[in-house]
């Protein structure tokens, strides 16, 4: 009778791993399903991670058939959207389109961040990347931007500049410039890109790091003044405009990028699912043509990829936020 039991529970314990595989792998092969796919952007309806949310719900949406929905939970530079999708289930149904504020950023200039980067959220593609542009509101009378910078070193603090909130790559972005040009700014603080755009617009702020994609029509309106594009390279959007680089700050690099993220502990078959979905998506001839006309170039890295590029720019921003003197609030 032992010997019978003994191999009864030999036959179980072989049993049961294949019972729990089948229905994750049936939850990956049938993912999306007819199930909404709820999409979370952790900032401001309007601003360039929005828009950027829009355009690959939409085109995912026709390509699985499924149904992504794309909700705006803005606030605190991104943290109350990522929290919030750190906490749901990892089913495939809630998503975050994290930034590099949100995923590298953070953890430098955030006292108390109410989740971990790294252990509260699967990684599953990097979109694209994108330059921000250092424009100015056109009233404020420079043209370069070491007339920019002499014209701030002759009034130390009163010249501001606009951010999506404290934290956020806009608010870093600007902290790194100023320290690296010996400037003192004022930093004015939005709850979003958008409405901080808006008030440069107005002349309410003197100065902002925008990214390329919602700058572009007002530069080119001239209802703004580029002074510089914020990547190694210039853009071919505007392809007059010079690096930081070029206009005499060596080294200058500030580069945004858009990435998908998931509730911790996914299943690797799922996870695998998602990103083959999205990185087929954003590297379809049509998508990237769409991306690039907005400054964005499309990337689709994959899940190992986008884990590496939170690491090495969280120690990036990190020494960034230590030499600009931006303290964890």
Same mark, same amino acid.
């Given at each position: 009778?032992?010997?019978?039991?003994?191999?009864?529970?030999?036959?179980?314990?072989?049993?049961?791993?294949?019972?729990?595989?089948?229905?994750?792998?049936?939850?990956?092969?049938?993912?999306?399903?007819?199930?909404?796919?709820?999409?979370?952007?952790?900032?401001?309806?309007?601003?360039?991670?929005?828009?950027?949310?829009?355009?690959?719900?939409?085109?995912?949406?026709?390509?699985?058939?499924?149904?992504?929905?794309?909700?705006?939970?803005?606030?605190?530079?991104?943290?109350?959207?990522?929290?919030?999708?750190?906490?749901?289930?990892?089913?495939?149904?809630?998503?975050?389109?994290?930034?590099?504020?949100?995923?590298?950023?953070?953890?430098?200039?955030?006292?108390?961040?109410?989740?971990?980067?790294?252990?509260?959220?699967?990684?599953?593609?990097?979109?694209?990347?994108?330059?921000?542009?250092?424009?100015?509101?056109?009233?404020?009378?420079?043209?370069?931007?070491?007339?920019?910078?002499?014209? &701030?070193?002759?009034?130390?603090?009163? @010249? #501001? *500049?606009?951010?999506? /909130?404290?934290?956020?790559?806009?608010? %870093? =972005? +600007?902290?790194?410039?100023?320290?690296? &040009?010996?400037?003192?700014?004022?930093? @004015? #603080? *939005?709850?979003?890109? /958008?409405?901080?755009?808006?008030?440069? %617009? =107005? +002349?309410?702020?003197?100065?902002?790091?925008?990214?390329?994609?919602?700058?572009?029509?007002?530069?080119?309106?001239?209802?703004?003044?580029?002074?510089?594009?914020?990547?190694?390279?210039?853009?071919?959007?505007?392809?007059?405009?010079?690096?930081?680089?070029?206009?005499?700050?060596?080294?200058?690099?500030?580069?945004?990028?858009?990435?998908?993220?998931?509730?911790?502990?996914?299943?690797?078959?799922?996870?695998?699912?998602?990103?083959?979905?999205?990185?087929?998506?954003?590297?379809?001839?049509?998508?990237?043509?769409?991306?690039?006309?907005?400054?964005?170039?499309?990337?689709?890295?994959?899940?190992?990829?986008?884990?590496?590029?939170?690491?090495?720019?969280?120690?990036?921003?990190?020494?960034?936020?230590?030499?600009?003197?931006?303290?964890?609030?």
């Amino acid at each position: 009778m032992l010997r019978i039991n003994e191999r009864l529970a030999c036959l179980l314990a072989l049993a049961i791993p294949t019972l729990c595989v089948a229905p994750i792998a049936q939850a990956a092969e049938s993912w999306p399903g007819s199930k909404p796919i709820q999409l979370i952007v952790p900032y401001a309806n309007g601003g360039s991670t929005d828009l950027v949310a829009r355009q690959l719900a939409d085109a995912v949406s026709k390509k699985t058939g499924g149904h992504v929905i794309v909700e705006n939970r803005a606030g605190a530079s991104g943290m109350i959207g990522s929290s919030y999708v750190h906490r749901q289930p990892a089913d495939g149904y809630t998503l975050l389109l994290g930034t590099v504020t949100s995923h590298a950023i953070a953890p430098s200039v955030t006292a108390n961040l109410p989740y971990d980067i790294v252990k509260d959220f699967t990684p599953i593609t990097t979109i694209g990347t994108i330059p921000d542009l250092i424009v100015v509101n056109p009233n404020l009378g420079v043209s370069n931007l070491s007339e920019f910078i002499k014209l &701030a070193q002759s009034r130390p603090e009163e @010249i #501001s *500049y606009a951010s999506a /909130g404290t934290g956020s790559s806009s608010h %870093l =972005g +600007g902290a790194y410039f100023a320290a690296e &040009a010996g400037l003192k700014l004022n930093h @004015i #603080s *939005y709850r979003g890109s /958008g409405p901080a755009l808006i008030d440069v %617009l =107005g +002349g309410h702020v003197d100065m902002m790091l925008d990214v390329v994609m919602t700058s572009l029509e007002p530069v080119k309106a001239g209802r703004l003044k580029a002074l510089a594009v914020t990547s190694k390279e210039r853009s071919a959007l505007l392809p007059d405009v010079p690096t930081v680089q070029e206009s005499g700050i060596a080294g200058f690099e500030a580069i945004i990028w858009f990435a998908l993220f998931a509730p911790a502990n996914m299943d690797p078959a799922l996870q695998t699912r998602i990103a083959q979905a999205f990185d087929e998506t954003i590297q379809e001839p049509q998508m990237k043509e769409l991306l690039l006309r907005q400054g964005i170039t499309a990337t689709g890295t994959g899940p190992a990829a986008l884990a590496e590029t939170v690491r090495q720019d969280t120690e990036k921003w990190r020494d960034i936020a230590q030499k600009a003197g931006v303290k964890p609030q």
